[in-house]
């Protein structure tokens, strides 16, 4: 039934469909953290779309060295030197509206999420562990954490939608009749290293593998000697790489916006799901679906464009009546 | 390889249990180096307790456990592991969306160096995993899951391996199998704690043995005496 949507939609809808792919690689990028976490520590992680929402952030404040001044409307400069004053760091690369500076800010926006979600874990979550505390506790947890994270950033930022770059935006023709903004083939190309990055990571390196373990059986990992604690930080890491790279992307792709992790929580928990929860290849291609979806369901025209996040919602409610354990079968 | 007389683990008075509720109530159990030691009991007895407890999986109320002489009662099971201890569960014993090769080489996670040969040496034992290693583990049949749970306990050329009822569930021609490769495994020199259900296979194939029953030592001793207990044959051997 999807497969009929996609290509009746692929035929005609084409612009939609690419629109589709782009944000659907963003939600992807999100989806595989979501899914990992879910995987190793066994919780629904609600910080997830903040946390994204935050490192865009981290992102624009290394590029401007700005927060929001006392007075509404007036920023404040804070940092004395950011990654805009590297030598030819904004001047526009190709026919993106970027320059290399933007891919060092994500970069250590990376970082910086990283060390953030493992700092956070060892305060908040390894101590829920220590308890043995259940799941419903640590995802009130994180529920808790999203909108501290929220608060904070409307705090520091304040309400108003932000960019990285104000330069005019080029179109590429590509094969096909596409047409789409340079920038977005970036967006693509960015997610789709990511992801392959992340599955190297997890197929072919040995803490790769630890973290897949642990996902299928906690137990049998610490049995057989598996530092549990140490794949746990390393599953926040990667999880706080792909987060950053999909929050700057997506604020790339739209604008920055307090509110954006809120509503990215339902397409990313829709996506996770759909693919099979602790499955990241699953949760990539469920992102995909999610993105496309809803980007074709805003051109019907008896549908007001508002109603897009509805899609999402359900998506959700279908995938949990018809398969509950997704396309692809739950588990990594 | 001969028995010596050096203990390598030993329990004494073993209190533990889940939680609130008590479980073991005093086990003492010994093995020496090189040696096959069967514990069986009625199902329910604390067997698989035990090795849990043994294992640092439990909280230990009182009592110790001693690993070549050392306390190690509480200690985390990578500790163990350091230590030549190796465990291999009753149930969900390997790790099924993992290949073959990908749960050895999670039995090897603290191991440095010389991974793949020790696999390579594994897989002698195993032909029959070597020619599925990249298949996934999910799909294997209950004695080659089993096999492959044996096979992932040896990754660190454990000094004692706890084995919780390696036969469970299989047809008569595997559990020789399987009882085979463990007699080759510890005539290599590893001593094995075995908790089995299959009384008689098991006590045939050790030296010596202890009978637990409602969290306590019941018997003890030669495995050949045990095998003619007129209370275990009665109780345990279906004779
Ligand atoms: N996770 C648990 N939580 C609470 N009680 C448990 C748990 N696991 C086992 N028990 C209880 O502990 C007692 C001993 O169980 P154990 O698994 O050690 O028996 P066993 O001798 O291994 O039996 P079997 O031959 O069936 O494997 C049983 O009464 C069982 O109900
Ligand atoms: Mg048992």
Redesign the interface.
Known sequence: MILLFLIWAVIDRRDAVVIGVVEGSILALGAVGLTLVYGVLKFAHFAHGDSMMLSAYCAFLLLSGVVSGSRPGVDAEVLPITVSDLPGATTEVWKFSFGYGLLVAMALSALVTSGILVVLDRLVYRRLRQRKSGIVIFSIASLGLAIAIRSLVLMVWGPTPRKYTTTVRENIDLPFDITILADQLFILAAAITVTVLAYILLFRT?LG??M??M???P?????????TELVIALTWALAGGLVAVAGVLLALQAQLDPQLGFVLLLPLFAAAILGGVGNPQGAFFGGMIVGIVQAVVVTFDFLSPGYKFSVAFVILILILLIRPRGLFGA?? | MSVDSTVVLETRELVTGYGELEILHGVSVSVCSGEMVAVIGPNGAGKSTLLKGI?G?LPVQSGAVLLGGADVTGK???RL??NGLS?V?QV???????TIQ?NL???A??RRNGVRERIDEVFRLFPDLAKRKGENTGKLSGGQRQMLALA?GLM?DPKILLLDEPSAGLSPKLVSAIFERINVVNKAGTAVLLVEQNAREALSLCRRGYVLAMGRNRLEGEASNLLNNEEVGRLYLGA
């Open positions: 040995k593998k630890a897949r373990a996902a299928d059986n137990e049998l990992a610490l049995i057989s000697g598996i530092r588990r990594l | 294992f999986l985390p099971p990578d592991v350091q465990y569960p969900e014993n390997v790790f099924p969306s993992l990908e080489e999670m039995g996670f603290i992932r660190l």
